[in-house]
């Protein structure tokens, strides 16, 4: 009979090796300092953007939420400004990019933005802003909105920004909707009036956005309007 440990001993373990420069043990301390402590989900948020300015060299990071069906803003942003105002060309990448999930880019001298695919696609000195869906359970909760301007953005680690954007997903899960069990998609199931409550609850976390509310409580849009329907006939 094998040994367990002959039929493990298939490659070889470098120990010499350690976590690569953007990703180093002070990065881990620093993040796990701020889930350990995490109380305020908003002060967690703006220590992760903090965190992944002082790694990266960036100065201006955002989150971008829903304000309206078809408008955005900066939720929270690294400069401290809360709740600010996007440019056309962002609000209209923004519009694109909840429905997409693509990862997007605005080049100087451009306000369509490009198609950016972060294992093939590399920044240049013309980038000016990069849009990175931040993803849970496949629907985009917010997007990162990551400034490049004055930044040596070729040599930017999208590993770690898109390793602290999930940090920062999972924060938001839970502020859109308290009950983290609707994130999660469901077979279709009968209309029970119980259900008027957590619907409304959606919406306004969603900032009025019904389509945005249907993906985190795991329903179609057509779903949602049903269910309106029905429970308003109640």
Sequence with gaps: MYQVADIQDYRSVNHSGSFSAAFSADLFDSL??????????EDSIQRILSLACDTTGLQNISVAVPDSPSRFKAQFC????????????????????????EWLVI?????????????HSKLTGQDRCLLMPLVLRQSVLAV???????SS??????????????????????????NFKTLYARPYQRVTGDELTDIR????????????????????????RYRLAKLSEA
């Design 78 to 101: 690294s400069t401290g400004v809360s709740n600010g105002v996007y440019s056309f060309a962002v609000q209209h990448a923004l519009c694109r990019q909840f429905e997409s999930r």
């Design 144 to 150: 990162l909105v990551i400034d490049l301007r004055n």
């Design 153 to 178: 953005s070729a040599a930017l680690d999208l590993s770690l920004l898109s390793f602290l954007g999930a940090q920062i997903a999972q924060m938001l899960a839970t502020q859109v909707v308290p």
């Design 107 to 119: 080049k100087d001298g451009r306000e369509r933005a490009d198609v950016f695919v972060p294992t």
């Design 201 to 224: 609850e959606a919406i306004e976390k969603c900032n009025g956005n019904k389509t945005m509310a249907a993906k985190v409580l795991g329903l179609t849009p057509r779903q949602l």
């Design 32 to 41: 796990a300092a701020i889930l350990q402590e995490r109380y305020q989900d």
